[in-house]
């Protein structure tokens, strides 16, 4: 891969565990995107134990953009819709001024859980962009 230079960007991950995709024992690429981060988490309650896992890649904008709704009160973030997968969220970050966009993509393997995907989007609303593309 050649080298690839991001914009800065911020995010909220008190609530995470995020390692790089060699820690993860993960390839640099997923379906040809470059692999940026794994981030892991968990909800826990008193006889319950609701994990969460997501992927940062990187990817440029075209015209074929799936439907998408914004998250409430996020700069950036937006959902992307699928209707028929709900043991996963997909976000798309899209860089200020530039065809270049992250895409997060979160998997409940135990499906649904408001908590999980409460925590899910808390982070997608800390998303920004520290630099310009």
Same mark, same amino acid.
């Given at each position: 891969? !050649? ?24 390839? $640099? ?5 470059? #692999? #940026? ?8 309650? $008193? ?32 959902? #992307?819709?699928? $209707?028929?997968? $709900?043991?996963?969220? !997909? ?7 530039? !065809? ?24 997608? !609303? ?8």
């Amino acid at each position: 891969m !050649r080298d690839l230079v991001l914009p800065a960007f911020e995010m909220d991950c008190r609530d995470w565990l995020v390692v790089t995709p060699a820690q993860a024992g993960l390839p $640099d690429e997923v379906a040809g995107a470059p #692999l #940026l981060a794994v981030l892991s988490t968990v909800v826990l309650g $008193d006889d319950s134990f609701r994990p969460a896992s997501g992927v940062l890649t990187v990817g440029l904008l075209d015209e074929d953009v799936p439907p998408a709704r914004p998250v409430d009160d996020a700069q950036v973030a937006a959902e #992307l819709v699928d $209707d028929e997968d $709900d043991e996963s969220l !997909r976000f798309v970050l899209p860089a200020p001024r530039s !065809r270049l966009a992250l895409l997060a993509e979160f998997r409940m393997p135990d499906g649904p859980d408001v908590e999980v995907k409460d925590r899910i989007e808390s982070l997608m !609303r800390s998303f920004r962009w520290a630099a310009a593309a």
